[in-house]
């Protein structure tokens, strides 16, 4: 077993977690409730203190929202915000995220958000799969599944955003 990065694995245990409220639930409620929920029961459980729940909670709200108005702003499929082909893409990831961006999407139209900022992803943050572009040099990244970011392989930048295509 190779060394895994501990936002790595808290990350995917809170995604699994806001599934599974999700399919608890009788109601559709909004991604801050499942993150909320995720959040609370890694500090209950003393996986995570009250810091690490809210950072990685942020990075799966960054991570769920984007692609979220990434469907809802074109049209397309998941497959072309992760730029992946998705046979590449561990299993369990993707189908509790495809699960929680889906809900997502609803909530986003029922409240009609207003238009999404740029996002920005960082060396040292953890994400979830799918591809990267470099900032500065171009250079593009790819995650099959959960990952702490590194700098730039090519350039040691440490911002990063995600090349869609057009
Ligand atoms: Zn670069």
Redesign the pocket.
């Known amino acids: 077993m190779s060394e895994q990065h501990p936002d790595k694995k808290a990350y995917d245990t809170m995604l699994g977690r806001m599934k599974a409220a999700l399919e608890q639930s009788e109601t559709l409620h909004d991604l801050t409730h499942y993150i909320d929920h995720a959040r609370e029961k890694a500090v209950e459980l003393e996986e995570l203190s009250r810091e690490e729940a809210e950072r990685i909670g942020d990075y799966l709200r960054r991570d769920i929202e984007d692609a979220a108005h990434y469907l809802n702003e074109t049209g397309k499929e998941l497959a072309d915000w992760f730029q992946f082909d998705l046979t590449q893409i561990e299993d369990n990831f993707f189908s509790l995220f495809s699960n929680m961006v889906d809900n997502t999407r609803e909530s986003l139209q029922q409240f009609a958000q207003q238009a999404q900022e740029a996002t920005v992803w960082y060396t040292g943050e953890t994400m979830g799969a799918g591809t990267l572009r470099?900032?500065?040099?171009?250079?593009i990244l790819h995650f099959a599944q959960t990952a702490c970011i590194p700098p730039?392989?090519?350039?040691?930048?440490t911002t990063f955003d995600k090349q869609w295509e057009e």
């Open positions: 470099c900032q500065q040099c171009g250079e730039c392989p090519n350039c040691q930048a």
